[in-house]
């Protein structure tokens, strides 16, 4: 069983702890907030503590409740805080944040010389086999027409991230990306390949934000059989897909 921290509270924080106290492969043992709140908070009915780091240091912590990895969904000041107790106690890192900087992406990058990292902007397992998926078939058919559209609930005011990443794992523009503002959709993905004769549409929808921990738990769980070294999502996936054709 994998000994587990997280940093991050927020909304997806809170889904994804849910599913990490629910896999039988990881032991959530606490979980950071940038913040502590009064009274000291407990995780719903559970034993797991809820720690403010404006409250705690980080290394006493570790050391009086330690842990083999930790999973990140908190911002991207945040790996200055926890960045160098990774690299010296050669903890796992899961990273879910989408927007490092250049300097704080390099410093990630530089982590994984000492022990296992995965960054990934976007942590659900479904995108990820979709935006690998629709590279596999570009460079099949390089000539075919590729649009993508992206729906989310009605306030969202900006064009997905998500979207945006597709449109460059896939080299093309942005203005090829159509975006719905409709009642609460909660994430709706999808990229279209036109051909002479034949479309194919490659579709992800997300329902809750608990496909955050689903794919957290699933990136953790495969970089526990890695080396050394800093990852992408599409690297697990790759590793996953040649193992299975090895046995086939």
């Known amino acids: 069983m994998i000994k587990v921290g997280l940093m991050g509270y927020g909304k997806a924080g809170q889904a994804v702890a849910q599913v990490l106290c629910d896999d039988p492969r990881l032991d959530l043992c606490w979980i950071a907030r940038r913040t502590a709140s009064k009274p000291a908070e407990t995780l719903q009915d559970s034993v797991i503590p809820i ?29 200055t805080v926890y960045g160098e107790e990774v690299r010296r106690r050669q903890l796992m890192l899961v990273s879910a944040i989408s927007s490092y900087g250049d300097n704080e992406l390099a410093f990630m990058r530089s982590l994984g010389a000492d022990t296992r990292v995965l960054c990934s902007p976007n942590m659900t397992l479904g995108i990820n086999f979709l935006i690998l998926a629709a590279k596999l078939l570009r460079t099949i058919a390089p ?30 523009d ?33 329902i809750e934000r608990k496909a955050f921990g689903t794919g957290a738990a699933f990136a953790l769980t495969e970089l526990a059989g890695c080396s050394k070294g800093f990852y992408t999502f599409d690297d697990l996936l790759m590793k996953k897909m040649s193992s299975q054709l090895a046995q086939a």
Do not use: C, M
């Open 51 to 79: 720690i403010g780091l404006d409250q705690v240091a980080l290394g006493d912590w570790l050391d009086a409740h330690p842990v083999d990895a930790l999973i990140d969904f908190s911002n991207s000041a945040a790996v």
């Open 174 to 206: 942005n203005d090829r990306i159509t975006s719905l503002r409709l009642g609460g959709i909660v994430g709706h993905h999808e990229v279209i390949f036109g051909f002479p004769y034949q479309t194919l549409r490659i579709i992800h929808n997300s």
């Open 143 to 172: 000539f075919a027409d590729v649009e993508i559209l992206e729906q989310h609930f009605r306030g969202k005011p900006e064009i997905s991230g998500t979207a945006r990443k597709i449109a460059d794992s896939l080299d093309i």
